[in-house]
């Protein structure tokens, strides 16, 4: 498999974590959202990816672009250890926290719209994060065991990482979601999620390598 990922990206990350709970090995190919005015732009990844967004994954022979989208094929080839909850209504959860986040909260924030907020950027971060956590941080507190859904690590989990991380990235208060920030400690101590840590990829600028 080939990935497609930039370090800071929460969406790649998302694909890293899954990649590297199931023990698949891959080789990474960055993609530098910023240089170049955005080597997402160039005409060579557009035929990869016509969304130009990362991550992008070759793998078995085709092309996969959206990270969920990615992550459910990975489960569904590669099942152990599960990403999914075997009963109907952990799995519900488990998609309507991750549809919360990737849907909800992600892509308000994302560079694309940043980029139209001018000075305004990091403000409008902040209230997009923040109203997204307020909500997440109530069910949590119905779903959440050590985990976002229980005590198993799922396809939930993968999201939240990367979004508390863009949190501290904009300085959001994360004092009123002591369960967010509970089940993010717990999840940063777990190998896959060290591995695969934005400070940690082979296209880490310098300064920020962990």
């Known amino acids: 498999p080939i990935l497609y990922s930039y370090f800071r990206s929460s969406c790649s ?7 590297a709970l199931k023990g698949i090995s891959y080789d990474l190919v960055p993609v530098n959202l910023i240089k170049d005015g955005g080597q997402q732009f160039s ?12 991550p992008a ?13 990615i992550i459910n094929y990975l489960e569904e080839t590669h099942p152990n250890p599960r990403l999914l909850p075997q009963d109907p209504k952990k799995r519900a959860q488990v998609r309507m926290i991750a ?8 892509p308000l924030q ?18 997009c994060i923040a109203s997204g956590f307020q909500a997440l941080e109530q069910i949590l507190q119905h779903t959440a065991g050590r985990y976002c859904v229980g005590d198993e690590v799922s396809m939930a989990d993968l999201c939240l990482a990367p979004q508390v991380a863009n949190a ?16 993010n400690k ?10 695969s840590h934005p400070f940690r990829q082979p296209d880490t600028p310098a300064e920020l390598r962990a």
Do not use: C
């Open 13 to 19: 990350w998302r694909v890293r974590i899954a990649l």
């Open 43 to 54: 005409a060579e990844f557009k035929a990869l990816n016509p969304m130009q967004q990362v």
């Open 57 to 69: 994954l070759k793998i078995d022979g085709i092309i996969l672009s959206q990270s969920l989208a």
């Open 99 to 106: 549809d919360h986040i990737v849907s909800g909260i992600q």
């Open 110 to 127: 994302n560079l694309s719209v940043l980029k139209q907020m001018g000075e305004k950027k990091t403000e409008w971060a902040q209230n």
């Open 168 to 183: 501290d990235r904009f300085k959001v208060d994360m004092g009123p979601y002591p369960t967010i920030t509970r089940i």
């Open 186 to 195: 717990a999840l940063l101590e777990l190998e896959a999620f060290k591995i």
